[in-house]
T-cell receptor, first 115, second 113 residues
Framework: GQQVMQIPQYQHVQEGEDFTTYCNSS?????IQWYKQRPGGHPVFLIQ?????EVKKQKRLTFQFGEAKKNSSLHITATQTTDVGTYFC???????????????FGKGTHLIIQP | DGGITQSPKYLFRKEGQNVTLSCEQN?????MYWYRQDPGQGLRLIYY???????QKGDIAEGYSVSREKKESFPLTVTSAQKNPTAFYLC????????????FGDGTRLSIL
C-alpha cells in the first residue's frame, strides 16, 4: 500500500553534532507534518509544511518540503541532550482520483545522543 | 487546561477478554483517532472519527471496535478476536479535517497476562 518511508531508523550522534532525518513518499503529498516523541511519552506536533519547496525553521531545527512534494527532511544543528527522542514524519497522501487520505506516519527515526 | 485524557495508563488483560480503553478530549475537536504503536513500527491507524456517530476503519481495524456517541469521547474496545493486542495505544484529536495537526494523549499500555 501507499507508504511514507523514513530513514534512518536509528541515528547515534555526539552531542554538538548535526542530525538529519529524511522522509520519502511514492505519492504526492498534500502536506507533511513532523512530530517528536520523547522516550516514554507521546508524539508532539512540531510543524506542518504545505507548499512545494517550503523551508521553515524553529531555533536549531530546519524543516524542508521537496519541490515535488514527495519528500521532506528535518535537520537539527548542534544537537543537545534535550533533542533525544523519536522524530516522525506524517504525510497526507493525495489520491489519484482526487481528494486526500488521512495522515500516514513514517516509522520514525530514533535519535540517540552521546554526551 | 485543554487536552486529551487516556485511561488507564497501564492495563492488563487475560486472554479471551474484551477490554475498553478510554479517550476524552476537551479541545472541542471534531476528529478523533486511535493508533497502535509497536516497537519499530511507528504509528498505525486503527479507527478514526470525523463527526459524532460516524467512524471509519483505519489500516488495522480487525479485532477492534469503537463508538462516537459524544464529541468528547472515543472509546476503543480491544476484542478477544485481536490476536496480538499487547501494544501501546495512542488516542489523538484534531480540528475538523483528518489532515490537520493532531494532539495526542499520554497513551495506554496494554499487556496480556
Amino acid at each position: 500500500g501507499q507508504q511514507v518511508m523514513q530513514i534512518p531508523q536509528y541515528q547515534h550522534v555526539q552531542e554538538g553534532e548535526d542530525f538529519t532525518t529524511y522522509c520519502n513518499s511514492s505519492t504526492t503529498l498534500s502536506n507533511i507534518q513532523w512530530y517528536k516523541q520523547r522516550p516514554g511519552g507521546h508524539p508532539v506536533f512540531l510543524i506542518q509544511l504545505v507548499k512545494s519547496g517550503e523551508v521553515k525553521k524553529q531555533k536549531r531545527l530546519t524543516f524542508q518540503f521537496g519541490e515535488a512534494k514527495k519528500n521532506s527532511s528535518l535537520h537539527i544543528t548542534a544537537t543537545q541532550t534535550t533533542d533525544v527522542g523519536t522524530y516522525f514524519c506524517a504525510g497526507v497522501l493525495l489520491r489519484t482520483g482526487g481528494g486526500a487520505d488521512g495522515l500516514t506516519f513514517g516509522k520514525g527515526t530514533h535519535l540517540i545522543i552521546q554526551p | 487546561d485543554g487536552g486529551i485524557t487516556q485511561s488507564p495508563k497501564y492495563l492488563f488483560r487475560k486472554e479471551g477478554q474484551n477490554v475498553t480503553l478510554s479517550c476524552e478530549q476537551n479541545l472541542n475537536h471534531d476528529a478523533m483517532y486511535w493508533y497502535r504503536q509497536d516497537p519499530g513500527q511507528g504509528l498505525r491507524l486503527i479507527y478514526y472519527s470525523q463527526i459524532v456517530n460516524d467512524f471509519q476503519k483505519g489500516d488495522i481495524a480487525e479485532g477492534y471496535s469503537v463508538s462516537r456517541e459524544k464529541k468528547e469521547s472515543f472509546p476503543l474496545t480491544v476484542t478477544s478476536a485481536q490476536k496480538n493486542p499487547t501494544a501501546f495505544y495512542l488516542c489523538a484529536s484534531s480540528i475538523a479535517q483528518v489532515n490537520q495537526p493532531q494532539h495526542f494523549g499520554d497513551g495506554t499500555r496494554l499487556s496480556i497476562l
